[in-house]
């Protein structure tokens, strides 16, 4: 089984919207997803710890948000 971290941050909730439709898709087939509000909080486990990441979050004025980019 993969285990898999979906890593957003969002200004308005569209990002977290996309994240957790990606995070269903994935369970639905039979990956270990964690999924981590940058935001709000950080991975259990450290980046190598996980098969595969999917980083997302909005781009205003042509940036990233600072939790993402860290």
Do not use: F, N, W
Not at 3 to 17: C, E, I, P, Q, R
Not at 35 to 42: G, I, Q
């Amino acid at each position: 089984m993969l285990s898999l971290l979906v890593a957003y941050t969002t200004y308005d909730g569209h990002t977290a919207k996309i994240a957790e439709r990606i995070t269903a898709a994935l369970r639905s087939a039979d990956c270990a997803v964690e999924v981590c509000d940058l935001a709000r909080s950080r991975p259990k486990q450290s980046l190598e710890a996980y098969d595969g990441v999917i980083a997302g979050g909005p781009l205003h004025g042509g940036d990233h948000p600072s939790q993402l980019v860290t």
